[in-house]
C-alpha cells in the first residue's frame, strides 16, 4: 500500500485592503504641564506655537567642552500650560471622533515620562474633562436621534457585529432582564459616582457634522489593561466572586471557598479581516455618554495604580479604552434597519494612556515595583524599535520585519501602523529640571516618531439606496398623525388598520350590478344605501362635534388651570431663583473654604517638609558632633601619650648630655695638660740652647739632660674614650694624611664671603667648583643652588686667626621662599712659631725618634668638626705637614 505524500500547508494569503497611495505622518502633538510648586527650576520653554526648547538644568553639562546646550524640537501642535483641555480637545481628539461617526478607525496615545500628566490629559477631572469623556459626549451629541434600540447589534465574538430585528431584540433584553435574580436600572439613569460628575459642561458640548441620517448606530465599550506584559480585562464582572469549591474523584473539595479568582489573562487573535483584537473581552452597550463614562470609571478603579517617589498614583499598567461604533443602513422605506450583516460597518477609536516611562533610581522602587517598572520600560522600548523599523523601511526602501510581536502593545496596534486608520500621539511633559535627562530622550522618540507614514484608509462603499429615507418616512408617519387627529380616530396607529376601522363601521354597500336597462330596483336600492351611509356620516360628524366641543371645554378648563399654575411656577420660579442664589452664595463660600483649605494644607505639607528637613540637619549635627567629641577625646589621650613619651625622651636626653658634657670637660682637662706639657718641653729646649750659646771655647757636652717625664696613661686619657682624640706630641713624627673635603661634589653651591675676611696667604684655600660666589647671600642666589657654605674668620684661644667653612643645605620652604640648614663645619687654623728656623739634631745618646724634634717640622693642622655627630661636639685632628714657601 503505498502512502500518499502529505503535502504542506498552504500559506494563508495576506489580506486584501484597498489600496490607497495617499500617506499622512503620525500626528504628534506636545502638551506641558504647569510647574509644580516645590520644584523651582524649569528646563522647557515654549518658543511658538508649533516649537519648544529645553535648556540644560544647572550642574547639568551635555558638551564635552563644559558648555550648555539647547535644543529644540517641532511639533505638529504645542499646548502650553495656560491651554484648556476643551482647545487640546478640538485639536486633537475631535478630528478622530469625526472618522468614526464616518466609519473610519483611530488611535491616539498619551506617552511620556512618568508624573507629566498623561492620565489627565486622557480621563480628565471634574470640571476638566480629558479626551476620552469629550469623545464620548461628542459621539452621543452626534448620533443621539439615530441609536438603534438596544440588543438590536449584537457581537459576535470574533470582532464582527450582527443585527437583529427589534422584536428579537426586545425578546433578547427580556431574556436578560428575567436571568437577573434583581434588574438593575439602566447605568444612564443611575446616581453618577461624584468623582465623575460633570466632567464637561454644556457649553462645551461638540457635535460631529455631516452624520449619515439614513443609517441607524450603536456603541460598544471596552477596558482593557495590559500589566507585565499580561492583558487583563477590567470590565470583567467574575474578578471578585467566591470560586466554587471543585471536587476530586475522592469526593474531597480540592480548594476551600474562601479564596477568590485571580484575574485571568487574555489572549490576542486575529479576525477574518486579519485585524488584531482580545479574545474573550468583554463589550458593553451604552445609549449615553453618562453610561459609557460610569462603564469606564468602573474599570479605572481596578487599574493598577502604587505610589511612588515620583507620583503618588503611577499607573503601573498601560490601558486601552475601545470604543466600537456599529452602523447599519435603513432599508428602502426607512424604516427599519436591513438585515444583512455585510452591510453592517464597525468602526473603533482606541484611547491608550501608556504607562510613564521611569527609572528605579529616582522613584525608590523596589520588589514588585521593579517588576513592573521593568515591564513597563521593555513595553516602550519595543514601541520605539517598530517605530524605527517603520521610519528605516520608509525612509531607505528596507523590507526589515518590524517586531510587532515582540510586545502586546505593538501586537495589539500594528493593523494601525499597516494603514488601518490615522495614528496621534500626545506627547506630555514635565518641565521640572529633574525630569530633564528622561525628556531629552522624549523628545527623540517623539522627533523621529513625526517621520512616519501611515496609509490613510478609504472611505466605505455607500449602499444603493435613496438617501433621505428616514427623513420621508417620519414626515409621512407624523402627517398620518395630524389627519388621524383631525378625524377624531387613533393616532398612533398603523394607516391601513385605521381605513378598514372606518369602511368597517359604515354599512355595506349593495350589489350595483345592472343586467337590464330598465332594472329599477339596483339604483334605488344603492340610492338608500348611500342615504343610510349619509346619515350615519352626519351622525359620525354631530357625535365629533359634540365631543370637540367638550374637548375645547375641557382644554378652555386646562387652559384656565395651567394658566393659574403658570402664575403658581412663576412664584415658585422666584423663591427657586431665590434659593438659587443661596446656593450660589454657598457654592463660593464652599470654594472660598475649600481653596483655603488647600492652601492650608499645602501649608502644613511645606511645614512638615521643612520640620523633616531641620529633624535631619539635626540628626546630622549631633552625629557630627559625636564624632567630634570622639575625635578631641582621642586627639587628648593621643596628647598625653605624646606627653609622658617626649618626657622619658627629655629625661634620657638629659642623661645623655650630662654624661657627655662630663666626658667633655675631662677631654678638655686632658688636652691642657698636653699642652702645658708641650710647652714645657719647649721651654726645657730653649733654655738648653741658650746655655749653649754662652759657654766660651771648646764647646762642652751638652749636660746630661733626663728625659722629661710624660703624664702617666691614667693622667692622659679619661676614664671615658673622647669624641676628639688628643694631640699627638711633637716628638713623634706626624704622618701626612689627605682627606678630600666635603664641598668638592657634583652640586651647585653658594659660597658665602663676607667682604671683611683677610687673605692669609695659606697654601690650603678652600676651593669650591661649581659655585656662584656672593659677599651677601641673597634669595636668587639661594634659589639656583642646592648647597651652602660660610668662610667665617674668628680669633681663636691663642690668638691666631682660625677660618671656618660652614656648611648646609638649601631647602625649599612651604611659603615659596629657600631656608639653610647647617650640617657640618670645617676649620682651618694655621700656628705661627717664634724660635729661628734652625735645624737641631739630638745628642749621641737620644734617639732620633726621641722627644725632641724639630720647631719647624712642628706644623699646623687643620681641624674638622662634623656637626651633629653622635659623639656630639669635638674635633676631629688630622695632622698635615704644611708645606714651605719656596
Known sequence: MIRQAKGKTPRRPPPKKPSSNQKDPVGVYCRVRPLGAEDEECCIEVISSSTIQLHAPDGFKTNRNGEYKETQYSFKKVFGVSVSQMELF????????DDLIHGKNGL????????SGKTFTMTGSP?????LPRSLDMIFNSIGPYQAKRYVFKTDDKNGMDVQSEVDALLERQRRDNNLSAPKSSSSRQKLDPEIADMIKPEEASKADGVDEDSSYGVFVSYIEIYNNYIY????????????????????PMRQNTDFIPPQSKILREDQNHNMYVAGCMEVEVKSPEEAFQVFWRGQKKRKVANTRLNRESSRSHSVFIIKLAQAPLDADGDTILQDKNQVSVSQLCLVDLAGSERTGRTGAEGTRIREAGNINQSLLNLRTCIEILRENQMCGTNRMVPYRDSKVTHLFKNYFDGEGKVKMVVCVNPKADDYEETLLVMRFAEMTQEVEVARPVDRPICGFTPGRRHRNQAFKEELSRKLEERGGPINRDVSSVINHLVQSLPPLPSSELTDPHDDITLPRLIEALQNRYRIRQMMIEEYNKAANMMKSMLQELDGNLASKGDYIHEQNGKLAEKDKIIQNNKAEIERLEKKNKMQEHKID????????????????RHELDTRDQRLMREQSD????EQRMHGVVTDTQHKWEKECERRVNAMQLEMQNKLWVKDEKLKQLKAIVTESKTPGRPEPPPQQTQPKRPSREERLPAKRSASPSPIPTTTPVRPLHRRSRSAGGEKWVDHKPSSNLDLGTVLQPVIPNAIQVSAPSEKALSKCDRYVLTHQEVASDGEIQTKLIKGEVIKTRGGGQAVQFTDIETLKQELTTVPSRKRRSSEGTPANGDRTDVEKRCSVALEMRAGSNMGPGYEHHGITKRRKP
Open 90 to 97: 478640538e485639536y486633537v481628539a475631535k478630528p478622530l471622533v
Open 108 to 115: 491616539l496615545f498619551t506617552y511620556g515620562v512618568t508624573g
Open 127 to 131: 470640571g476638566l474633562g480629558g479626551l
Open 233 to 252: 480585562d477590567l470590565l470583567e464582572e467574575t474578578q471578585e466572586d467566591v470560586i466554587k469549591p471543585k471536587w476530586n474523584g475522592g469526593g474531597t
Open 606 to 621: 511645606i511645614l512638615q517638609k521643612t520640620t523633616k528637613i531641620y529633624e535631619d540637619d539635626k540628626r546630622s549635627l
Open 639 to 642: 596628647k598625653r601619650r605624646m
